[in-house]
């Protein structure tokens, strides 16, 4: 069976965060240059924050793939995360912001958040969110948990019940 790809995209919050980043960044690449601190002049931090742009960039995710054998969260320049279906307990429908939502580790709003992050309810998660509405969290037998935000969560539940996995007991 060939995978079932389906798409993430940004929300209207999350293309504004990154929006206001990359105006920021192109604002600091002009100014920073021209600053003097000591007769030193401050061009390599535009450049580091150029960098790690980048890296945020090409670690964002863009959708879930779905085959028999696992659930790939597929990202813009890097490997895809993969979950083999085995590992996956139970799927539950929630809210990615409804609560207090904390980021260990990760990215927050540029090119979306993922990564790390700790919610009372969830305890530690990977999260990789595009949109503020609708996700599904993923329990997984001895690993950490995985929060997502494709466009249609309702159908890649219905793709993971087809292939036996179901809704998690509360």
């Given amino acids: 069976m060939p995978p079932r790809r389906f798409p993430m995209s940004l929300d209207a919050s999350q293309r504004a965060l990154t929006t206001l980043v990359i105006v920021v960044l192109a604002v600091a690449l002009v100014v920073l240059p021209a600053v003097r601190v000591g007769g030193v002049a401050w061009i390599g931090?535009?450049?580091?924050?150029?960098?790690?742009?980048l890296a945020a960039w090409a670690l964002a995710p863009t959708a879930v793939e779905v085959d028999a054998a696992a659930v790939r969260i597929v990202r813009r320049a890097w490997r895809p995360f993969v979950i083999p279906l085995h590992e996956i307990q139970g799927v539950e429908p929630t809210q990615p912001l409804g609560r207090r939502l904390f980021r260990l580790?990760?990215?927050?709003g540029f090119f979306g958040s993922y990564g790390l992050f700790w919610?009372?309810?969830?305890?530690?998660?990977?999260?990789?969110?595009?949109?503020?509405?609708?996700?599904?969290?993923?329990?997984?037998?001895?690993?950490?948990?995985?929060?997502?935000?494709?466009?249609?969560?309702?159908?890649?539940?219905?793709?993971?019940?087809?292939l036996g996995v179901h809704a998690a007991v509360g």
């Fill in 119 to 162: 919610r009372r309810d969830v305890g530690r998660f990977r999260a990789y969110l595009t949109r503020s509405a609708a996700a599904l969290l993923l329990r997984r037998r001895g690993a950490l948990p995985v929060m997502i935000t494709p466009d249609d969560p309702a159908a890649v539940g219905a793709a993971l019940a087809a």
């Fill in 105 to 108: 580790v990760g990215v927050g």
């Fill in 45 to 53: 931090l535009p450049a580091a924050i150029a960098a790690g742009l």
